[in-house]
């Protein structure tokens, strides 16, 4: 048996922050409170003057493992996260190949234990030709939903999603469309896992396709129309069906507005934004350059100051990162050529303490990018809360040191982030999953997550 006692610092619990020691034995929270005694032969953890936190759980990264090694791979990626924070990783189902059946998804699985540092968890792929059954059986293997990329095309012959909707090309599979949502959604809904979307509607796309030249041209291109138009029609498959539509990486005021009308009319909404869309606006292009082509894109002042006040309202309830590396040649080619996506697991939640504190409670940072997250994903038995019975993924943080974001810091492979240069009024201190450092031991190796499945 072994066991960890955590001593001095502020914890936040669910009943908010307080000042309790943290009993850990075997990897598990056992006690928690004031003036507890150390247990016997238990290794202790001076915390004095630091805040303790639940690990984060980055609900969207981009592994790219299986298919793309030299962009990232397991290793690298949950060696980026363990270094931020992030202490569980839900990995994308576009690798390649695509994880459209439970036989990929175990293949993956087994790929990723080789190589995780922290836990991590898989999301299957709804294509067009899904079926019932396939669905299930990816369930019965551990995914942690599903997701639809509505304005994406599959490439078959790299078995890739790529982010064109042009269908002229004879290797594109269409996107999935309405009907295939409204065909699944019911046995998503039976299985107890979200459905999540990439909201954006592939005929306002088509409608608004142009060579991307410019930054401007993004914008263009990516209208917030097509966010709202896809979150609409899905919200009301969600109300029909009950399944639980997670909004991936809203990025704009109307697209929020869309999700708020439909969650006022009963649809089981949970939203999703990422720190570039409330940290950075358009402005920022002239500093980061190809590093903040992403899709959606980075819009303008005022769709970052609406969803910062959802963030604040409550009504976004989770921060994940879309972490998306690239090789640094993908990424310093022209802009036109530049592939879409950015690095992010590493600053999640030193970006987030930052911008609770900006809005005045730094509590708000573990309910974004923890507990809700840990909600939204099936894992809130296991993963985002320091309380007896939990997993002790936990992030010791000074709350008195800064840290920059600093390419030369990170671990990804694609180390120039869109947030490159930022300062964030924080600094990680050290990181524990399941009781374990994994800052200061390598050998630590991460688990498979399985959400809490509620059918039959
Ligand atoms: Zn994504």
Request: proline content about 7%; some cysteine; overall charge negative.
């Amino acid at each position: 048996m072994t066991e960890l006692f955590i001593t001095g610092g502020i914890v936040y619990t669910p009943e908010g922050p307080r000042d309790v020691d943290i009993h850990i034995t075997d990897g598990m929270i056992t006690g928690v409170g004031a003036g507890r005694s150390i247990p016997a032969g238990a290794e202790v953890v001076d915390a004095t003057g630091m805040y303790v936190l639940p690990g984060a759980v980055d609900v969207h990264v981009h592994g790219r493992d299986p298919g793309f090694p030299d962009k990232e791979d397991f290793g690298t990626l949950t060696d980026a996260a363990a270094a931020g924070g992030v202490t569980t990783v839900l990995d994308m189902p576009n690798t390649v190949p695509a994880v459209d059946s439970a036989g990929v998804l175990e293949a993956k699985a087994a790929l990723a234990h080789s190589k995780a540092r922290v836990d991590f968890g898989l999301w299957g792929l709804i294509r067009s030709s899904s079926t019932p059954d396939q669905l299930e059986a990816m369930a019965a293997a551990g995914a942690v939903g599903f997701k639809a990329y509505l304005g994406y095309a599959f490439n078959l012959s790299q078995k890739r999603v790529q982010y064109s909707p042009d269908l002229d090309d004879p290797d594109l599979e269409a996107p999935p469309d309405y009907g295939t949502l409204a065909r699944l959604a019911p046995e998503v809904a039976r299985l107890g896992v979200p459905l999540a979307i990439h909201a954006e509607d592939p005929t306002v796309l088509a409608a608004f396709r142009r060579p991307l030249l410019t930054y401007s041209d993004l914008l263009a291109a990516r209208p917030p129309e097509a966010e709202a138009v896809a979150i609409s029609a899905a919200a009301a498959i969600a109300k029909e069906s009950g399944v639980r539509l997670h909004v991936a990486h809203l990025s704009s005021a109307l697209g929020l507005s869309a999700a708020e009308d439909a969650i006022r009319n009963g649809a089981p909404l949970n939203l999703e934004t990422c720190p570039q869309y409330l940290l950075l606006t358009d402005a920022d292009f002239e500093r980061a350059g190809n590093a903040m082509k992403m899709l959606p894109p980075v819009r303008y002042a005022s769709d970052r100051a609406a969803l910062v006040e959802g963030l604040a309202r409550g009504v976004i309830k989770v921060v994940a990162t879309d972490h998306a590396p690239h090789t640094d040649n993908e990424k310093s080619n022209t802009f036109e050529d530049a592939l879409p996506g950015s690095p992010g697991v590493q600053t999640l939640y030193l970006s987030c303490l930052d911008l609770a504190k900006k809005l005045g409670d730094v509590w708000l940072a573990p309910r974004w990018v923890s507990e809700g997250p840990a909600d939204a994903a099936g894992l809130q038995e296991s993963k985002g809360t320091i309380a007896p019975g939990f997993d002790a993924d936990l992030v010791i943080v000074d709350p008195n040191r800064k840290t920059q974001a600093r390419s030369d810091h990170m671990r990804s492979r694609q180390r120039h982030a869109a947030l490159e240069g930022m300062e964030f009024g924080f600094g990680i201190e050290d990181v524990y999953l399941r009781g374990e450092s994994v800052l200061s031991n390598g050998r630590v190796r991460g688990r498979m997550v399985r959400p809490a499945l509620v059918a039959r």
